[in-house]
């Protein structure tokens, strides 16, 4: 079984800077691409920001230059470092990683449960 955690969302006013944390655990071989999306009230799902195996980075145009993703393999983490924050990034923030659970098997898509970012103006 595969978890992913996300932590690190809350209120902030614009401007401000927060970090989000996501832990994947569980039944884990390895880990191929992890991203992070996020759905506004009344919008569908849409990608942020994601990272491959190699380190290779895609950000959404909205928040090019302001965030910034990373991955740590050691820990099974992938974090999002959310700086010059606007009213318009409020939004519940989903945690995706792309992994294979154990050698045999082929690889598939977890998502985490959300964290809610408020930005208030």
């Known amino acids: 079984q595969v978890q992913l955690v996300e932590s690190g969302g809350g209120l902030v006013q614009a401007g401000g800077s927060l970090r989000l944390s996501c832990a994947a655990s569980?039944?884990?071989?390895?880990?191929?691409?992890m991203g992070w999306y996020r759905q506004a009230p009344g919008k569908q799902r849409e990608l942020v920001a994601t990272i491959t195996s190699v380190g290779g980075t895609r950000y959404a145009d909205s928040v090019k230059g302001r965030f910034t993703i990373s991955r740590d393999d050691a820990k099974n983490m992938v974090y999002l470092q959310m700086n010059s924050l606007e009213p318009e990034d409020t939004a519940v923030y989903y945690c995706?990683?792309?992994?294979?659970?154990?050698?045999?098997?082929?690889?598939?898509?977890?998502w985490g449960q959300g964290t809610q970012v408020t930005v208030s103006s």
């Open positions: 995706n990683a792309n992994l294979v659970p154990r050698p045999n098997l082929t690889s598939r898509s977890y």
């Open positions: 569980g039944s884990i071989y390895r880990i191929n691409g």
